[in-house]
C-alpha cells in the first residue's frame, strides 16, 4: 500500500524567513514524487516533481529514499506564498493513480 | 498547462435525486480519469479510476451503485451520484492524464455538492 504523510497541518512563517515543509512516504517500489498546490479559490496545480529536478517559484524538493522524505523547501517566503500544499506519490501500477498526502496549510505573514 | 474543465462548479439537490457531474478535458484526449472526493479540511480521496471505453475501478469503501461513472470519449467522464443523501455532500473533484503518456495529472476546478 502507499501513503503519505504531512506531520503538519498548518504552518505560519514570516516574510524572508524560510520554510519547510514536511512529507513522509511508504511505497514497496520506486514511486514518483510530487507537490500540489492549491492557491485560494483556485484548483490544485502542479508544483514540481522530483524526476524534473527544478525549481519552481523558488521552491526545491529533494527525494531522500533512505529517509523516505520529499520535503518542500524555499529559502524567502513570500506573502503569495500562502496556500495548500499537498505532497503526492504516483505508484507504478498501469493507471498512476495518486495518493495525496492531508495537506499542509502555509501562511506568509507580512 | 491543460486544461481541466468540471461542470457544474456548485450543485444543490433535494435528498433522492440524482446528480451529474462532468469533467472534460479540453486540449488533450485523457484515457484516464480520476474522481475524488475532499471532506472539509481534509485530503483528496480517489473514489475511482475511469478508464475510456472500459469500466471504472473503484477504490475499496466506494459504492459503485451510488457513484456511477461513465468515461464514453477520450475527452469526458461523468459522474452521477444516485439518490443523493446528505451525507453525499461534499466537493468532488476530477482530473486527467494526457493519454500521451505525462506523468502530470491536471485537476478540475471541483463540484461542490450539496443535498438537503
Known amino acids: 500500500a502507499q501513503r503519505v504523510t504531512q506531520p503538519e497541518k498548518l504552518l505560519s512563517v514570516f516574510k524572508g524567513a524560510p520554510v519547510e515543509l514536511k512529507c513522509n512516504y511508504s511505497y514497496s517500489g520506486s514511486p514518483e514524487l510530487f507537490w500540489y498546490v492549491q492557491y485560494s479559490r483556485q484548483r490544485l496545480q502542479l508544483l514540481l516533481r522530483h524526476i524534473s529536478r527544478e525549481s519552481i517559484k523558488g521552491f526545491t524538493a529533494d527525494l531522500n529514499k533512505g529517509e523516505t522524505s520529499f520535503h518542500l523547501k524555499k529559502p524567502f517566503a513570500q506573502e503569495e506564498d500562502s496556500a495548500m500544499y499537498y505532497c503526492a506519490l504516483s505508484g507504478m501500477g498501469s493507471a498512476r493513480q495518486l495518493t495525496f498526502g492531508s495537506g499542509t496549510q502555509l501562511t506568509v505573514l507580512p | 498547462g491543460a486544461v481541466v474543465s468540471q461542470h457544474p462548479s456548485r450543485v444543490i439537490c433535494k435528498s433522492g435525486t440524482s446528480v451529474k457531474i462532468e469533467c472534460r478535458s479540453l486540449?488533450?484526449?485523457?484515457?484516464?480519469m480520476f474522481w475524488y472526493r475532499q471532506f472539509p479540511k481534509q485530503s483528496l480521496m480517489l473514489m475511482a479510476t475511469?478508464?475510456?471505453?472500459?469500466?471504472?475501478?473503484?477504490e475499496q469503501g466506494v459504492e459503485k451503485d451510488k457513484f456511477l461513472i461513465n468515461h464514453a470519449s477520450l475527452t469526458l467522464s461523468t459522474l452521477t451520484v444516485a439518490s443523493a443523501h446528505p451525507e453525499d455532500s461534499s466537493f468532488y473533484i476530477c482530473s486527467a492524464r494526457d493519454g500521451t503518456g505525462g506523468t502530470e495529472a491536471f485537476f478540475g476546478q471541483g463540484t461542490r455538492l450539496t443535498v438537503v
Open positions: 486540449d488533450f484526449q485523457a484515457t484516464t
Open positions: 475511469s478508464n475510456e471505453g472500459s469500466k471504472a475501478t473503484y
